[in-house]
């Protein structure tokens, strides 16, 4: 095992680049992209790699990068990891790389069945596999609904409803923050 580099560079498998991208464009309530300890920590996770090639003029190395997905989205891009991340290499089929992938949202979304994350994985996972991934996977060719997400994490279908609510709402915009000085509200009043 080694750790990863400033000089390593990194390309997304694109089944990996797929569910990636599908996760940044779905919309997502705050929880996975508010910077935080929480997401500094979640971010140094092993990553998986293909094999890894050097050129003779490279300090780094040409890297495929496998997973996981979640900490991809607190990084400043996709393909730039921290240094030092340790890199385990693994070899995958396309379709043992999709089902890694389903598990690791699975996971995410059994463990946070609250806020918005739920639905949003529904929704992920719904884009990102085609019928015959979902019949290998899931064992039926239509998209996953918000009932059977429902059972299998123990919510209400109501619950995924909600969820779906909050994510088609625009953000609120920031509360103003309280001016430090009674001049500065009057004159803020003022201008209204």
Not at 12 to 17: A, D, F, G, R, W
Not at 74 to 90: C, E, F
Not at 110 to 137: C, F, H, I, K, Y
Request: net charge positive.
């Amino acid at each position: 095992m080694h750790l990863s580099t400033p000089n390593d560079l990194f390309t997304l498998h694109p089944v990996l680049s797929r569910f990636a991208t599908l996760a940044t464009t779905s919309p997502l309530h705050d929880a996975l992209h508010r910077p935080s300890p929480l997401t500094r920590i979640a971010s140094q996770t092993p990553l998986l790699v293909s094999e890894r090639c050097k050129r003779p003029d490279q300090r780094g190395h040409q890297i495929t990068l496998l997973g996981p997905l979640l900490p991809l989205l607190w990084w400043p891009a996709l393909n730039t990891p921290p240094a030092g991340l340790p890199l385990t290499q693994v070899t995958l089929t396309d379709e043992a790389l999709e089902a890694m992938l389903c598990a690791e949202l699975l996971r995410y979304m059994q463990l946070s069945p609250d806020g918005t994350v739920p639905e949003w994985g529904r929704r992920v996972l719904n884009q990102a596999l085609d019928q015959a991934a979902r019949q290998r996977l899931f064992g039926q060719t239509r998209k996953l609904s918000q009932q059977d997400v429902a059972d299998w994490l123990g919510l209400s279908r109501a619950q995924l409803a909600h969820q779906a609510r909050h994510l088609t709402q625009p953000p609120s915009p920031a509360p103003l923050a309280e001016p430090a000085f009674f001049s500065q509200w009057q004159a803020a009043q003022r201008d209204h």
